[in-house]
T-cell receptor, first 112, second 115 residues
Framework: DAKTTQPPSMDCAEGRAANLPCNHS???????VYWYRQIHSQGPQYIIH???NNETNEMASLIITEDRKSSTLILPHATLRDTAVYYC?????????????FGKGTLLTVNP | GAVVSQHPSRVICKSGTSVKIECRSLDFQATTMFWYRQFPKKSLMLMAT?????????EQGVEKDKFLINHASLTLSTLTVTSAHPEDSSFYIC???????????FGPGTRLTVT
């Protein structure tokens, strides 16, 4: 079973920031928070990951609460091409056999 | 970034036949690859872990004799669906683990339709 909880769907206006929440209240000290997204009929795409500090890359920002029990993925200026299912996953870093357990994710729809 | 390819992207086969799906890591060597299956409007479900040079490890409920996995080289893993049935119709996705970062990179998926 996935160790994360996400809202099933969200809407966002094009050009606005999309804030996708994730609850991971049972996260362990050695587990990282990963975000992937899956555009319809494609394979998942890695977005970002973090341990306890906020992270930013060219795609998104990741805000992790101080107690690490929840996080928010931020797409600063959503475009129509960002419409996808977004998955929040917790996993240990390191080791090639660590599996990714996908939950149901959040379907983000970016509207024109 | 690391690139993983799958071939074919789509395949239609008749019931009772076998179909092979290839997963290749194009610019890195992967000792570990994973195979997932995804039904319409559902999430990805891990089928098996494929380790180069050894037998695959299957998840509970996945028939190893039906879904044959071969990982003969560091850049290629194959999934063969044997004696396919219509209920095997699904979207099959592989991922490859980059040895330097242990990150998983996903292929584009293969849509299998069994008629």
């Amino acid at each position: 079973d996935a160790k994360t909880t996400q809202p099933p769907s969200m809407d966002c206006a094009e050009g606005r920031a999309a804030n996708l929440p994730c609850n991971h209240s049972t996260i362990s000290g050695n587990e990282y928070v990963y975000w992937y997204r899956q555009i319809h009929s494609q394979g998942p795409q890695y977005i970002i990951h973090g341990l306890k500090n906020n992270e930013t890359n060219e795609m998104a920002s990741l805000i992790i609460t101080e107690d690490r029990k929840s996080s928010t993925l931020i797409l600063p200026h959503a475009t129509l091409r960002d419409t996808a299912v977004y998955y929040c996953i917790v996993r240990p870093l390191g080791g090639s056999n660590y599996k990714l357990t996908f939950g149901k994710g959040t379907l983000l729809t970016v509207n024109p | 970034g690391a690139v993983v390819s799958q071939h074919p992207s789509r395949v239609i086969c008749k019931s009772g036949t076998s179909v092979k799906i290839e997963c290749r890591s194009l610019d890195f060597q992967a000792t570990t690859m994973f195979w997932y299956r995804q039904f319409p409007k559902k999430s990805l479900m891990l089928m098996a872990t494929s380790n180069e040079g050894s037998k695959a490890t299957y998840e509970q409920g996945v028939e190893k004799d039906k879904f044959l996995i071969n990982h003969a080289s560091l850049t290629l893993s194959t999934l063969t669906v044997t004696s396919a049935h219509p209920e095997d119709s699904s979207f099959y996705i592989c991922s490859a683990v980059a040895p330097s970062s242990y990150e998983q990179y996903f292929g584009p998926g293969t849509r299998l339709t069994v008629t």
